[in-house]
């Protein structure tokens, strides 16, 4: 499903540079990134419109933001119920789809309606243990 701006919001070619940019994409990018990448097109485009689209998207269901990496906010057109696994040198995210069994204990679950579940992996991408390999042959 395409990303829709929110009602309200003026259709600037800039905002839907961001959403061209967003669709399918599956890096998880920063605000930053997207700034960056797009301003090649847009040179007067400020990164405010970057974060305020973004935040626009986000309040309305069609991006969800991650905490994830813990240098910088990154965002996620895909809004389906996944999983993250971050490397933690070169904070590559990538997505788990699978659906993983977590049932919450009753204790901690009395009187919620459980509306989903998003687990953080942690880890050292192949590339970045290769290289750290390499390092080490010296
Ligand atoms: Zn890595
Ligand atoms: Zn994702």
Redesign the pocket.
């Known amino acids: 499903m395409a990303i829709q701006l929110p009602k309200g919001i003026k259709r600037t070619p800039q905002r839907l540079a961001i959403l061209r940019y967003l669709e399918g994409n599956?890096d998880?990018p920063s605000a930053e990134e997207i700034y960056r990448d797009i301003k090649r097109d847009f040179p007067t485009m400020s990164f405010a419109t970057v974060y305020n689209t973004l935040e626009a998207l986000r309040a309305h269901g069609q991006v969800?933001q991650?905490s994830i990496d813990p240098k910088r906010r990154r965002y996620?057109p895909?809004t389906t119920m996944?999983h993250?696994l971050i490397c933690r040198r070169c904070s590559r995210?990538v997505?788990i789809h699978i659906d993983f069994d977590i049932s919450l204990p009753e204790e901690f679950n009395k009187g919620y309606s459980l509306i989903g579940s998003h687990i953080e992996f942690y880890g050292i991408c192949p590339e970045c243990k290769e290289d750290r390999d390499e390092d080490n042959k010296v």
């Open positions: 599956r998880h969800i991650l996620d895909d996944h993250h995210i997505d």
